[in-house]
């Protein structure tokens, strides 16, 4: 039971090592991982002399998460940080706000004011990077305006950018 806890253990920190995870997200990858471990377990014949070590429950994953968090391993604030850095660029306020919900985090209120500010910007950005030039008709405009609110976009901003498209920069 140590060596699959240290196994445990170290799948965890590999896993942190990649990337920073959301405590649900590093939760359901380590039961996955236990679940795996199991499927192996039970598929493979045992020798009658060999102990069959118990696997980890869920209360253990928990009991590790909250070593990793007192450790300051796993950081909640860390993953808002690098989450909104690495889809502020390409993605609106809606989605972002929607994929921090979906871990189980939220925005401050700093971080979120600077996004609403910016998102007009950010907007203008990737309009610019996918079509740059503006809509010749009305099924173009609807096309554009469709691409930008499925990245997340306010309706709003969406059509102040497509509006615009081409006046200002």
């Given amino acids: 039971m140590a060596r699959l806890a240290l196994s445990l253990k ?22 996955s991982h236990v679940d795996r471990q199991r499927r192996a377990d039970a598929s493979s014949p045992l020798p009658a002399s060999a102990p069959v070590a ?14 990793l968090t007192e450790k300051d391993l796993l950081s909640a604030d860390r993953f808002v940080e690098t989450r909104v850095s690495a889809r502020e ?9 929607r994929e921090l919900a979906q871990h189980g985090m939220a925005l ?8 609403k500010d910016s998102e007009l910007a950010r ?7 996918r079509f740059g030039t503006p809509a010749v008709d009305a099924a173009d405009r ?16 969406v059509g102040r950018v497509v509006r615009s498209a081409g006046l200002e920069d």
């Avoid at 170290?10 to 039961?31: F, G």
């Avoid at 118990?54 to 070593?67: G, K, R, S, V």
């Avoid at 660029?89 to 706000?97: D, M, P, S, T």
């Fill in 10 to 31: 170290a799948k965890a920190l590999t896993y942190l090592a990649q990337r920073e995870h959301s405590r649900i997200e590093l939760r359901r990858k380590l039961l």
């Fill in 108 to 115: 401050d209120a700093e971080t979120a004011q600077q996004l």
């Fill in 123 to 129: 907007a203008r950005a990737v309009w610019a990077k």
């Fill in 54 to 67: 118990a696997l980890p429950a869920a209360q253990e994953i928990d009991e590790l998460l909250d070593w």
């Fill in 89 to 97: 660029g390409r993605f609106g306020n809606l989605r972002i706000h």
């Fill in 142 to 157: 609807a096309r554009q305006m469709r691409f930008l609110s499925a990245r997340g976009f306010s309706s709003e901003t």
